[in-house]
C-alpha cells in the first residue's frame, strides 16, 4: 500500500488499556468508520505470536476501509502478519537496517523530537514522521514536550510528511495550526472515548479545518 497525505489526516495509536471492557476489533472498526487513515497497532507487552494473530484480524479491517496497518517497533510482527509498515521509536533498530530488511515498498515511520533526528531519519529510508508529544500524553507521562515552533522547524526540515503526537484533543488542535504537518497521531482521545467513531470524525474535521491549506 503507498502512503498518502490524505490517509496521514487522522492516524489511530490503539490502546487496550484505554476502554479493556472494549474489543480491541471494534474499536478499531469504529475508528475506521470515523475516517482513521492508519491504524498503529501498539503492544508493549503481548508476545510475537498473540501480536502477529492479532495483526492477522485486524489487517482485513483495515483494507475494507482503504486504510494502511502499521506494527509499532515489532518489525517480525508486521513482516509475518503482512502489515503495510512498522513505525520505530528513537530507541528501536535504526531506519536503515529496518529499509534493508523491509525492502522499498514497505511503509516506515519514524519518531523525531529534534530536527537532527528527523533529517536523519528521512536520510535513512523513512517515509513518514512522528513529531512529539506537543501536549501532556496521558499514555506516555515522561515524554518530552517540543514546543509548536520546533514542531515547525521539525516539519518543515524535511521533505517526508509528518504526523504530530502527544496529547491530542479536539480542544487543542488549533494549537498546531500552521505548523507544517499533515496529520494528527491520536491514542487516548479516541480509543478512551465514549463513541470512538464520532470522537474519529471529529477530530479528522479539526485536522482538515486547522492542517489543511495552510
Excluded: W
Excluded at 474489543?23 to 487513515?37: F, H, M, P, T
Excluded at 531519519?121 to 523513512?126: Q, T, V, Y
Excluded at 507521562?141 to 517540543?146: D, G, M, N, P, Q
Excluded at 510528511?161 to 502527544?166: E, F, K, L, T, Y
Amino acid at each position: 500500500m503507498k502512503l498518502n497525505e490524505e490517509m496521514l489526516l487522522l492516524y489511530a495509536v490503539t490502546d487496550r488499556a484505554c476502554r479493556p471492557e472494549r474489543s480491541l476489533y471494534d474499536q478499531v472498526e469504529a475508528a475506521l468508520k470515523g475516517g482513521a487513515g492508519i491504524i498503529q497497532l501498539r503492544e508493549k507487552e503481548l508476545d510475537d505470536e498473540s501480536f502477529i494473530k492479532e495483526a492477522l484480524e485486524i489487517k482485513p479491517l483495515c483494507r475494507k476501509y482503504g486504510a494502511a496497518l502499521i506494527i509499532n517497533d515489532r518489525i517480525d510482527v508486521a513482516l509475518k502478519s503482512g502489515a503495510d509498515g512498522v513505525h520505530a521509536g528513537i530507541e528501536d533498530m535504526p531506519i536503515a537496517k529496518l529499509r534493508e530488511i523491509a525492502g522499498d515498498d514497505f511503509i516506515i515511520g519514524a519518531t523525531a523530537k529534534t530536527v537532527a533526528q528527523a533529517q536523519n531519519a528521512e536520510r535513512s529510508g523513512a517515509d513518514y514522521l512522528g513529531v512529539g508529544a506537543v501536549f501532556p500524553s496521558p499514555t506516555k507521562t515522561t515524554a518530552l514536550r517540543i514546543t509548536p515552533q520546533t514542531l515547525k522547524e521539525i516539519a518543515s526540515s524535511v521533505s517526508i510528511p509528518s504526523v504530530a503526537i502527544g496529547g491530542i484533543t479536539l480542544d487543542n488542535v488549533s494549537g498546531i495550526a500552521c505548523c507544517g504537518v499533515s496529520g494528527i497521531a491520536v491514542v487516548s482521545s479516541l480509543f478512551g472515548a465514549d463513541d470512538t467513531e464520532l470522537a474519529a470524525k471529529a477530530l479528522k474535521a479539526a485536522a482538515i479545518k486547522y492542517l489543511r491549506d495552510q
